[in-house]
Structures are given as structure tokens and as C-alpha cells.
């Protein structure tokens, strides 16, 4: 699976680094790709990742996803 989905706050390089990092721990995601100018972030997963454990990582590190 490959699924982008739009964070906001994310400004600089230890933000792009905060949230690649949490999402790289959750079970199954294969790749994370940041882009900090369009808010986008990209994971590729297996089959079974549950969109709102993604979501928790993210907001975990005190950003919001604001679509899928």
C-alpha cells in the first residue's frame, strides 16, 4: 500500500525528521518520504498498517493530519 496524506505544522528539517522517525516505528511501514514545502507526507506500507495508528504517530509529535 502507498498512501499520502497531508500533515500540517511541519516547517523544517528536524520536523520532516520527527515525523519520518515516528512513522518509521510503527509495524509495517516499509518507506516514509517527506515534503516539507506541500505538507505531503508519503508511506509505503504493507497491506494490514491501520491509517489511525499512522495518524497517532504523527500527532504524537505534535503535528495534525489534516487529510488522507
Do not use: W
Not at 1 to 16: A, D, F, L, N
Not at 30 to 47: C, H, P, Q, R, W
Amino acid at each position: 500500500m502507498q498512501k499520502t496524506i497531508k500533515v500540517e505544522g511541519m516547517t523544517c528539517g528536524h520536523c520532516e525528521k520527527a515525523v519520518k522517525g515516528a512513522l518509521n516505528e510503527v509495524d509495517g511501514v516499509n518507506e516514509v518520504e517527506v515534503d516539507l514545502e506541500t505538507g505531503k507526507v508519503t508511506i509505503s506500507a504493507g497491506e494490514d498498517v491501520d491509517m489511525q495508528v499512522i495518524e497517532e504517530a504523527v500527532e504524537e509529535q505534535g503535528y495534525e493530519v489534516v487529510s488522507e
